[in-house]
């Protein structure tokens, strides 16, 4: 698998598992990555990549999960959060909307 | 699932259609054009059209409404179908996806008609925190929540195995869920930034674009008018991933308005936007050089804005007070606990002297 997915997919899988929002800034960081290179791509993308491409969204979308689920009490680290929240549903949506393209 | 709206519209007086779409009462009351702005631009020129305007409301409502009713369905549904992964659950959850995305995308077609025109007939800017926001932020909330179900099933692996094997299933449920996604992220565009909590800071759009202001005919108001088109542009953007254009647009918006020199309230609520854009993206720590000629961060564009808003009240009005603790905030997230000190400690000092022209304090080009 491309390295840029797979890492994109280990930091997610990071964040999921850990159910920390500290990790996040890598998970998103990775999705956002995979959304560049998609942007960018001129090549439609193969039955294998679709899988991998949805197996991506899947684990944004539980990252997501897992960053609601946090609900950290300082006001400071709330906003950290939200903003995390922010970007990784962004990315997430944005990888969606490729796949969409492509089935 | 019995759509919400079809027992709403049916009361209402001006509607002989089944008004499923938005898109079509506005077409049948005759208010849409192809371009929505100019439509608006006249509508505020010739006066508001009650009646129709009204009754695009309550659809609108109650299309949104009807839509999250939905969505909750069909979280429902995916969790049936993570629970016993029958072939049974899995076609009703694909059904209720199909849906759910039919009235996403009425919603989704009908919002820029809604939205723009809305924004800038009688009820100005307001309708970000008027009409539509509490029902979207809902809709907002049920995404939200079907995320959460779609986190909890197992849809990863689904994707890994079938994907490989035969494709068919998982390519049924992804076209469907990647559709609704997508949708969901459209309309949230117009909502995310707008859901600051209570107490939590200024709410800058309304304050930046004055609805009496939009659609006025001075060289001034005009300026503000494409000031708002811009931001309204990087909005979209930034509900899109596009954060580098997004930054430009937002930039692009601010200097207009940072560039109303008699306005400085304006200008300092804009300059946090784009401040908070930036910590937004994670682009905080970029000086945004096209802004100024010096060149800030946005740790330095919060401080600026706080000086700005400064320069036009005194330092115990409760508007600039509440804005300098946002600020305040903000910097100590980002890590710059000396210029929080430093600025609230400025905004707020009896002894501040504003200079002659506060546009100069940026540089602005």
Not at chain 2, 132 to 161: I, M, Y
Not at chain 2, 174 to 197: C, D, G, I, N
Not at chain 2, 230 to 252: C, V
Request: net charge negative; charged share 20%.
């Amino acid at each position: 698998m491309n390295p840029t997915w797979s890492g994109a997919q280990q930091e997610a899988e990071r964040l999921c598992e850990s159910g920390d929002p500290q990790a996040a800034t890598a998970a998103i960081a990775g999705c956002e990555a995979v959304v560049a290179e998609l942007r960018s791509r001129q090549t439609p993308l193969s039955a294998e990549e679709v899988g991998e491409l949805a197996a991506l969204i899947a684990l944004g979308s539980t990252g997501v999960s897992t960053l609601i689920a946090a609900q950290p009490k300082d006001a400071s680290a709330q906003r950290a959060t939200q903003r995390a929240l922010f970007r990784l549903r962004t990315a997430t949506a944005v990888l969606a909307s490729q796949l969409a393209a492509a089935l | 699932m019995k759509p919400v709206v079809s027992s709403t519209v049916s009361t209402l007086p001006l509607l002989e259609l089944p008004a499923s779409s938005t898109t079509e009462v506005a077409k049948r009351s005759g208010l849409l054009s192809d371009d929505p702005l100019q439509r608006s631009l006249f509508e505020v020129a010739n006066g508001p059209r009650k009646a129709s305007y009204g009754t695009d409301t309550l659809v609108a409502k109650a299309m949104v409404t009807s839509a999250a009713l939905s969505l909750q369905g069909v979280i429902r549904d995916v969790e049936h179908w993570a629970q016993d992964r029958g072939s049974a659950s899995f076609n009703k959850l694909i059904r209720g996806l199909e849906h759910a995305n039919k009235e996403m995308q009425e919603l989704t077609a009908s919002r820029d008609v809604q939205i723009e025109r809305w924004s800038l007939t009688e009820v100005g800017i307001n309708v970000h925190q008027g009409h539509l926001f509490h029902e979207l932020s809902e809709l907002q909330a049920r995404f939200g929540e079907l995320l959460e179900a779609v986190g909890r099933s197992p849809l990863e692996q689904f994707a890994r195995s079938d994907f490989t094997e035969q494709g068919n299933e998982a390519k049924r449920l992804f076209t469907q869920l990647s559709k609704l996604l997508t949708e969901s992220q459209s309309l949230e565009s117009h909502v995310l930034w707008h859901a600051r909590p209570e107490g939590e800071g200024p709410s800058p759009i309304e304050t930046i674009f004055p609805a009496t202001a939009l659609g006025k005919s001075s060289l001034e108001d005009r300026r503000l008018t494409d000031a708002y088109r811009k931001h309204l542009d990087a909005e979209n953007l930034l509900a899109s991933g596009n954060y580098p254009e997004a930054i430009g647009a937002l930039f692009e918006s601010a200097t207009i308005v940072a560039r109303m020199y008699h306005q400085p309230t304006n200008c300092g609520h804009a300059l946090i936007y784009l401040a908070d854009a930036l910590v937004l993206t994670g682009l905080d720590k970029q000086p945004i050089e096209h802004v100024t000629s010096v060149g800030l961060d946005a740790g330095e564009l919060y401080h600026a804005a706080a000086m700005f808003v400064r320069s036009a009240t005194v330092p115990d009005d409760q508007e600039l007070r509440r804005l300098v603790a946002y600020v305040h905030a903000q910097l100590h997230d980002l890590g710059r606990h000396e210029l929080a000190t430093q600025t609230t400690r400025e905004a707020l000092s009896p002894g501040y002297v504003q200079g002659p022209d506060s546009g100069l304090l940026l540089g602005l080009r």
